[in-house]
């Protein structure tokens, strides 16, 4: 025998068992505020720009094919920047307690498309210290780059810069709460579902028809302990006269 549950029948359940939904979702709600303000480390961003050129060979000023060139050469950068060569002077110059490595994993670096603009973002539990590794890999490129690429025009093009009051942007607290509040309710609502799929007793008489496959053909009311005394109580006088 097949069961199906009505939209109405999961409404009635979920309101018979809101106080079993109300409780996950304020512990999910709970354990999600634990983490993301006592746990999880706040990371902060740090951004700087660079412009990787070459100059022109001649009074003409670029061609199309120096300007392409130019912009094939970019992805080479971005390894560039990543790579141990680079990294190794930051950690040194920075004194830093990692390795290459492990620094590698907090950079990122990205292009525009058919752009030379170099974008280095540096993540970093210390918002300080995220500004000053993004500006030092900025500064130590544009030293170490030219005798590798002959490159002889680097241009920083935007510093990064610590502000008054560092906002973090890891972890997001307001999304992750709600996230978890959304799980909670999922999780409270088919816990709710299968408690009622699993209980099989018998509470009504659709129960009954819905078990037997019989139709109800009458129904025996209860009565009332007090009742039952009373009318023991009448007869017996009746005999007794």
Do not use: C, H
């Amino acid at each position: 025998m097949e069961e199906t549950i009505s939209l109405r029948e999961i409404l009635t359940i979920i309101k018979k068992r809101l106080l079993l939904i109300l409780t996950l979702i304020i512990i999910s709600i709970g354990i999600a505020s634990y983490l993301n303000f006592y746990v999880l480390t706040p990371i902060y961003e740090a951004q700087t720009q660079i412009l990787v050129n070459q100059k022109p060979s001649s009074q003409e000023g670029y061609s199309w094919n120096q300007m392409e060139t130019d912009l094939q050469l970019i992805n080479t950068y971005n390894v560039i920047i990543t790579s141990s060569a680079i990294l190794n002077k930051v950690i040194e110059e920075l004194e830093l307690d990692m390795t290459s490595d492990q620094l590698m994993k907090k950079i990122s670096v990205s292009n525009e498309n058919d752009s030379k603009v170099v974008n280095i973002k540096v993540e970093y539990p210390n918002p300080e210290q995220a500004v000053s590794i993004a500006n030092t890999i900025a500064v130590i490129f544009k030293v170490e780059i030219p005798p590798l690429l002959s490159v002889d025009n680097i241009n920083i093009l935007s510093e990064a810069k610590l502000s008054e009051n560092p906002t973090p942007i890891k972890p997001r607290k307001l999304i992750n709460i709600a996230t978890a509040a959304i799980i909670g309710l999922m999780v409270g609502a088919g816990l709710a579902l299968l408690i009622e799929v699993l209980d099989t007793t018998i509470k009504s008489e659709r129960d009954i028809e819905e078990i037997l496959e019989l139709p109800i053909m009458g129904l025996v009311g209860s009565i009332s302990l007090d009742k039952e005394k009373k009318s023991s109580f009448k007869f017996r006088r009746q005999r007794g006269k």
